[in-house]
């Protein structure tokens, strides 16, 4: 291939990342991650922000990972400080998949409270690929600060974020149970549920965790003790 050729392929791609049709788009994402080249890199993370079609950011995400991460992380850590709540969730999401542990400092406790349920949902996978073992605890403690709240998936998401850290998360289930609000309580009384039963759906964790929260507590052991009032 001449390199004048190469630079219309290029041209071409670029131009394909922006085209009205979400199918072309989507080939263009997967020519340019088929064919790395380091003048795609900051085309694909200005789409990520506005990219309106979930399968094509997944794409994007996807070339993002194709290329060398000294090259993609600089525009990515921008990213999550940006005003667009996409660009974060974004940005968070490709970097769980890059998973470079040296953005571990971007993940701050405001990402991880962060207002948009997306943001701190990419925010929470985020954290627990790249925090250093021995932060976790730390980052137990901040995930822990989230439990009960939204609805259904949200909490699924900090679930599923809360016990693949294992059992370093215990102590803060366990204050949350003792001290966190009603919401917080049944939350964490379902988190545990599934840190010991990966296998029990979600749902039944929650109302488990409803029926457990009125008439009392479980222990480690599985038997029920009498909540504090």
Do not use: Y
């Amino acid at each position: 291939m001449t390199m004048a050729t190469h630079d219309k392929d290029t041209i071409r791609a670029l131009q394909g990342l922006e085209d009205g049709s979400s199918s072309v788009r989507l080939r263009a994402a997967l020519a340019v991650g088929t064919a790395p080249d380091p003048r795609f890199v900051d085309k694909l993370v200005e789409r990520c922000a506005i990219e309106p079609d979930f399968s094509v950011r997944e794409m994007l995400t996807w070339a993002l990972t194709r290329h060398d991460p000294s090259r993609t992380l600089p525009g990515l850590l921008g990213e999550v400080r940006s005003e667009r709540a996409q660009a974060r969730s974004q940005a968070l999401h490709t970097l769980s998949k890059i998973g470079d542990r040296s953005a571990w400092p971007a993940i701050t406790r405001e990402l991880l409270s962060d207002a948009d349920d997306e943001v701190a949902r990419s925010a929470w996978r985020a954290a627990v690929v790249l925090v250093p073992e021995e932060q976790a605890a730390e980052l137990a403690e901040a995930l822990g600060t989230q439990l009960g709240r939204g609805g259904r998936e949200t909490q699924l998401s900090l679930s599923r974020a809360l016990t693949a850290l294992g059992e370093v998360i215990l102590p803060t289930l366990g204050a949350a149970r003792a001290q966190g609000t009603p919401a917080a309580r049944r939350h964490a009384i379902a988190t545990e549920r599934l840190l010991h039963d990966p296998d029990a759906g979600f749902e039944f964790s929650i109302e488990e965790a409803k029926r457990v929260a009125v008439l009392g507590t479980t222990s480690q052991e599985g038997t029920v003790t009498h909540a504090d009032r």
